[in-house]
């Protein structure tokens, strides 16, 4: 029943407008002033003069937006090549947003100034080299610089990762949950073969390598020490999944059938975090940026960022792969002596 | 051309009194389906484009706010949601995850490839090309005609998937394996990614037959005087357009094809060590960044197929409304050259956190940042166009003032993106959504529009209402701020695109009110569109009757008599003296000179 008034409604929306459209077409032509012109001079006064007010209306609204949300973006960066990242957005952002006020201004106030009026002539120029040379000049300088400083902090951030100074992990996708592994006493991750994959080894780590005995896999959550590089290496299961850690500044997709790798340096423990964002819930986190199936707006893990002394603690109390597939390895070693 | 000779002295036959007075012109009486289904005639083909497109569009827009009220509101119930996804997908009126990520990748897949690129090249290459460059028609009439029937086949699988029962393709519109490859990884990836893939196909060959058409057809058939260096800026954008389609297109098509491969033949072009659902597959040594590598060289030219033609049409509109010759008529040409030659060295941008060398991203960075150049200098070649005019407001020319603002807005933005290091952080998230919806999205809708509302008393005879069209622009504008502008915000809180809800985040919980803002304005914007659809469908049987060249224009299109006319010009074909910017030219009576008045004495033809 409610369909059916809505059809109605919206057929006898359609044939109002119809007839006002005819209404308002016979009136026109009546005052005489159909045939003169496509655009009549009242009209273009009417789009003219709408510029600026939609331009100070526009404006207006990026302010308020700008106003009410500054405190949702995202805090400042918890990592140490975030503060570079951050800096140079906000390079980038003066610049831009110069650029976006200026042709913005120009364009419609030129709309508006030049709109059509009887009398006005349009002044024929078609060319000016020094004109061009200039708009092609200056943006070219201003862009040099971009690239420049853009890829000095870009070749920074992607240069590689002593691991020996750094806390070796591996970050595990699947639909729709993260793993995280630690590369354990030896701070080296064991070889891996997707054929190993079951209920018992998930990540599919290949037991007859001796340094994966000591890796230590969790779940739900993972701590990393404050101030120190963790390298973080990924890999996925199934489908591509990203992992995004926006509060570090960071993300790697993670693809089937390859490791990557990214690496980041901590600095605010969750606990600072905490207290600088004046919220006790705070927390940082994993979650999952590429397309990955019905749960990918779901996919995340919990990041804690500990003192040195907290994280060595937990990393201490959480069990290794030896002692996590007792028998598995014990077969392993048993062929090995044999 | 022996079929024109042919259909001259056909006239008599058909002698019915009444319709020779419309018909005054149309020597040869066509059956219904040879004029109006099977046409080989450029002008009927553009408006075949252009219907299917609206089609096409109206649909995509449907998609886009059935997945707006679930971000806005997200969980609760929506009547209207169960009415058009039915029981499967939106039990009770709340929307199925897996739907919702149908209905983003089918919305983008329409938009960019059914509206922005069939649609808007479709159209308006097949419109003007022929009649702007003073030919009889396209090279090969029956290519043409083929492109259209294979856009149309594509856009009807592209259809139709939405009704097939495991839901359509719903890895997102660049359907990145291994999720499109595998069914158990979604079940969008079963047959409704085989009806994908097959509509692609088909729409790749229709693109190609269609853009080696408009090639040869401006390379050859221009009339004589239309050299280069006096073709309008539409016909250059056009024509560098359909360049682009020919060499990024195959590509696509070889990216298609072994993805079909690999997931009905065995192959591993993009498969290894995938373990799903409780099974290790066999496939080892293929790589999933193979395919974003081909499938970004066709991707990011496709931006620019998309932009080029809405460029090329504002030029022509900002001129002719301006009543001034556009700014720096060559240094257009030039950046649209750039702009082609560059898009096809930029594609890694899309790349930078797959892993990739972080020296080749370097690469891109410098690429992608060049174009930024040649960019520049169209959106001040605008604005000093503007400068000084006799601005005369037609909603084509508000919608050409509207694709420089929103050029030049979603343009800044793709510096940040385009900046490696800057894209770790926001890479995927809200803020590219923003960007590329502004500056590509918005932007080749509004040119789209503008070519609409400029040609459609060249298409129909008839003018739009400018009224309405006034209402529909500025609501529309409004809308497209206010959609995507406040997206820039949520992509720096960090939201992923894609995402089928904030709540699972703390992070994200203050954005409920700012995703009600947005869809609030996604529905005017939608709403607007109905003012343009009945504007158009009424003003093409009920409109005021045109005039022979209604906005003043200099260029070829409007000497042809607007009866629709196989061959186009009735006698001989005009000749070319001029460049197409004779605007308010000192020393002339009128402030346009069209192309084919010869020189006076001692004028300068450009």
């Known amino acids: 029943m409610i369909s059916l008034l809505t059809y109605i409604a919206i057929i006898l929306g359609v044939i109002a407008i119809a007839r006002l459209v005819k209404v308002y077409e016979l009136s026109t032509s009546l005052k005489g002033n159909d045939n003169e012109e496509s655009v009549s001079e009242s009209d273009s006064r009417f789009n003219g003069r709408m510029m600026m007010p939609f331009l100070l209306a526009f404006f207006a609204f990026c302010i308020y937006l700008t106003y009410s949300y500054k405190d949702n973006l995202l805090p400042e960066s918890a990592s140490e090549h975030g503060v570079e990242i951050d800096t140079l957005f906000n390079f980038n952002l003066i610049i831009i947003t110069i650029v976006f006020v200026a042709v913005n201004v120009l364009l419609f106030y030129f709309g508006y100034k030049y709109y059509s009026k009887k009398g006005l002539k349009a002044t024929y120029f078609a060319h000016s080299t020094k004109l061009e040379l200039i708009w092609t000049i200056v943006p070219a300088i201003f862009l040099a610089v971009i690239i420049i400083y853009g890829l000095a902090v870009w070749n920074k951030i992607t240069s590689p990762a002593d691991p020996n100074k750094a806390v070796v992990m591996e970050l595990f996708a699947e639909q729709f949950k993260w793993t995280a592994r630690y590369g354990g006493s030896d701070n080296t991750l064991g070889e891996t073969n997707y054929k190993l994959t079951a209920d018992m080894n998930p990540l599919a780590i290949d037991s007859t390598d001796k340094h994966a005995w000591d890796d230590k896999i969790v779940s739900g959550e993972f701590h990393i020490p404050v101030n120190k590089t963790v390298l973080m290496y990924f890999r996925a299961k199934d489908v591509i999944h990203s992992a995004y850690m926006p509060h570090f500044r960071a993300q790697m997709n993670c693809v089937p059938g390859m490791r990557t790798e990214f690496h980041f340096t901590p600095t605010i423990t969750t606990a600072q975090m905490k207290e600088k964002t004046k919220n006790p819930d705070f927390d940082y986190v994993l979650l999952c940026n590429k397309i990955c199936g019905s749960t990918h707006w779901n996919m995340q893990m919990k990041i804690i960022v500990d003192s040195p002394e907290d994280y060595a603690k937990w990393l201490a109390e959480q069990k290794t792969f030896k002692e996590k597939n007792m028998a598995q390895v014990n077969l392993v070693e048993n062929i090995a002596i044999k | ?327 720096g008529y060559r240094a257009m040409i030039g950046s649209i050259l750039a702009i082609g030659f560059l898009s096809f060295i930029v594609w890694g941008h899309h790349m930078f956190i797959t892993g990739m060398n972080p020296f080749l991203g370097s690469v891109f960075v410098f690429t992608t940042l060049l174009i930024a150049i040649p960019s520049a200098v169209k959106a001040f070649n605008y604005v000093t166009t503007l400068w000084k005019g006799n601005l005369k407001f037609s909603p084509a020319m508000l919608f050409a003032v509207g694709l420089v603002s929103t050029f030049v807005t979603g343009g800044v933005t793709g510096i940040i993106l385009a900046d490696s290091a800057l894209d770790i952080n926001v890479h995927d998230t809200y803020f590219v959504v923003a960007h590329f919806h502004i500056v590509m999205g918005a932007s080749a809708i509004f040119g789209m529009f503008c070519g609409v509302y400029h040609w459609f008393p060249r298409m129909f005879g008839r003018m739009m209402n400018n009224k309405l069209g006034y209402a529909h622009f500025w609501l529309t504008f409004t809308a497209v701020y206010g959609v995507f502008f406040p997206m820039h915000f949520i992509g720096l809180t960090g939201v992923p695109r894609r995402y089928y809800s904030n709540e699972a985040f703390a992070l994200f919980e203050n954005l409920q009110s700012i995703n009600i803002l947005i869809t609030v304005f996604a529905i005017i914007g939608a709403l607007a569109q109905g003012l343009f659809l009945f504007n158009f469908f009424y003003s093409m049987y009920r409109g005021k009757k045109a005039s022979q060249n209604p906005w003043n224009s200099t260029t070829l299109e409007w000497t042809a008599p607007v009866e629709h006319l196989h061959g186009n010009w009735p006698g001989e074909l005009p000749t070319v003296h001029r460049w197409p910017y004779d605007y308010s030219k000192p020393g002339k009576d009128v402030d346009f000179v069209p192309q084919d008045v010869p020189l006076s004495h001692g004028e300068d033809g450009h």
Do not use: C
């Open chain 2, 1 to 327: 051309m022996g079929s024109h000779a042919h259909t001259l002295d056909h006239s008599e036959e058909h002698g019915h009194h009444d319709h020779s007075h419309d018909h005054a012109h149309d020597h040869h009486e066509q059956g219904f389906w040879s004029k109006y289904i099977f046409s080989t005639d450029h002008k009927m083909i553009s408006k075949q484009f252009l219907i299917t497109a609206v089609f096409m569009g109206v649909v995509a827009m449907m998609l886009s706010i059935f997945f707006r009220l679930q971000l806005a509101w997200p969980g609760q119930s929506f009547s209207i949601l169960e009415y058009f996804l039915g029981k499967k997908w939106a039990p009770n009126g709340v929307l199925d995850p897996n739907m919702y990520l149908a209905l983003v990748t089918i919305h983008g897949t329409i938009m960019v490839f059914f509206v922005l690129t069939g649609g808007l090249s479709g159209t308006f290459s097949n419109l003007l090309i022929p009649l702007q460059i003073g030919a009889r028609d396209m090279a090969s009439g029956f290519l043409n005609m083929l492109s259209f029937w294979f856009f149309a086949a594509s856009s009807l699988i592209m259809f139709y998937s939405m009704f097939v029962e495991t839901g359509p393709a719903s890895a997102g519109w660049t359907i990145y394996p291994p999720l499109s490859a595998l069914e158990e990884a979604i079940p969008g990836s079963g047959l409704g990614m085989t009806l994908w893939l097959v509509s692609m196909t088909l729409f790749v060959a229709g693109s190609l037959l269609g853009s080696i058409n408009y090639i040869v057809t401006v390379l050859n058939l221009r009339t004589k005087g239309m050299t280069m260096t006096r073709l309008p800026l539409t016909i250059w954008a056009f024509f560098v357009t359909a360049i682009l389609g020919v060499l990024s297109f195959p590509v696509l098509f070889a990216a298609v094809l072994l993805l079909i491969f690999d997931r009905s033949f065995g192959t591993s072009f993009y498969l290894s060590d995938i373990f799903v659902s409780g099974q290790a597959l066999e496939q080892t040594g293929g790589s999933p960044v193979l395919f974003q590598h081909l499938f970004w060289f066709l991707g990011h030219p496709e931006v620019y197929i998309v932009l080029l033609p809405a460029l090329g049409i504002t030029s022509e509109v900002i001129a002719t409304m301006s009543r001034k010759p556009i700014f």
